[in-house]
DNA sequence: AAGTGGTCTAGACCACTAT
DNA sequence: TAGTGGTCTAGACCACTTC
């Protein structure tokens, strides 16, 4: 059945993701552009934007002139980096069942490193909030949110272990537009090491990220802290054009 | 003028890019794509899709019914890791003059993690070239390649301080596609310390990745690492519907 | 030479934002 | 309500791979 929302395009995208899995694709050929288009009623254009969305995710490769052929060793991947919007969803696609627990929730002074992130006053208060991610009893991942106190238009807030991005919808009326993130190696200080459940000095991996809503100004300034031997990020890195 | 090669996709980019750079859209305000269309003599798509691949990269923003706008703090970003193809690339974008050492290049048998890597059996050979990337005396990123002996199509190879994906057209006929880059964090052992100018047990970066061919063949399998001091990397991550 | 993906056009209509 | 970006169509031609 053909509806808008989810796009043609997302449609399309989905369907031939399930003929992948389902293995309908003998040799890992897809079916020529022209082809999938008549087959499913819609123009090649259609079909071009799922397949390129495809192919960015790993999913498949084109070569011109030869066909488009499923990516194997692409799929292999769980959770692409450039993708991830919930660590919940990260450790999901691990095999694992996470829990989440809301350490800290609380509204404090910025500090002057957040400030600067999120562009405010000395003076200015942010909601803090500091969440674990745990597989079982064994925690993964730990992460702390801060988010100007400006932007809490309500002021009942249940519900503090949702994901940032659904929080941020949920209480401040914005919406997540993309992070920019940086990588940071750490050793764990005696703080994080105690949350993390591993001994003081345990190398692992830190992002220190702003995200932006769709006007685009920076609404959350996060930094979380992952085991490494329990997490491993992957991602896709391709040549773009100057 | 008009030419193919390159597309007037990227021509229409580096005009738009240029005009960025000059300041010459007021307010940070990109005109109407209709505008934009008529105006460099083209199609509205052509358009799209330059204007899709700004956005992609973090140099504009797009919001439905409002405009499309410059993105002062995606044009900040230095080097996007998932765009990285060459170290000295990278530290040419933030502001070095980089040099190259070789420190290795020899035709070696494969160990046990590179064979899995690059689908080889235990008896094969690869070439391995470990180079050192300094800004002036100073060493900032370590890399050591892989390649399968098998490859290498001329037995001549000067010019071994090439980019790796260049050398690989040069000497091997493969063209590089994309890489599957894990992260990790490291403490340094007294090799890498060395060669890096470090203290050992210095914490760094490393990467862990193999490449793929045009044919989604695996060609090289490298590790690098990276002084964290000198070089923080950072990248945008976005939502991927479904 | 046949078949495939890559680029580009011209135009329609929709969804959303601003005023 | 006017103007903007988002989606989609139908079709043309080009570049490349394969046989």
Not at 170 to 178: F, G, Q, T
Request: aromatic content about 8%; glycine content about 6%.
């Amino acid at each position: 059945m053909i509806t808008r929302n989810p796009s043609l395009t997302d449609q399309v995208k989905a369907h031939i993701k399930e003929q992948i899995f389902n293995d309908e694709y003998e040799d890992g050929r897809i079916p020529p552009e022209a082809t999938l288009a008549e087959d499913l009623g819609v123009s090649r254009t259609t079909i071009r934007d799922a397949l390129g969305k495809l192919e960015h995710e790993g999913a498949i490769y084109r070569k011109q002139g030869a066909g488009t052929f499923v990516n194997e060793a692409g799929l292999q991947i769980k959770s692409r980096l450039e993708e991830i919007w919930s660590y919940e969803q990260v450790l999901q696609d691990h095999g694992y069942k996470p829990a989440v627990k809301v350490l800290t929730d609380e509204i404090l002074p910025v500090n002057e490193e957040t400030a600067e992130a999120l562009e405010l006053d000395g003076g200015d208060e942010v909601l803090v909030i500091e969440k674990v991610f745990l597989e079982g009893a064994t925690p993964v991942v730990l992460t702390r949110n801060r988010i100007p106190a400006t932007l809490l238009a309500v002021k009942e807030r249940r519900r503090k272990n949702l994901p940032i991005y659904e929080y941020l919808e949920e209480y401040c009326d914005r919406r997540l537009s993309y992070y920019v993130s940086e990588i940071v190696p750490v050793a764990f200080d005696a703080d994080q090491a105690r949350k993390l459940g591993v001994k003081k000095g345990t190398l692992g991996l830190s992002f220190i990220e702003v995200g932006f809503d769709t006007n685009n100004e920076p609404v959350v300034h996060a930094t979380s802290y992952f085991r490494d031997d329990l997490l491993r990020f992957r991602l896709i890195r391709r040549k773009t054009g100057a």
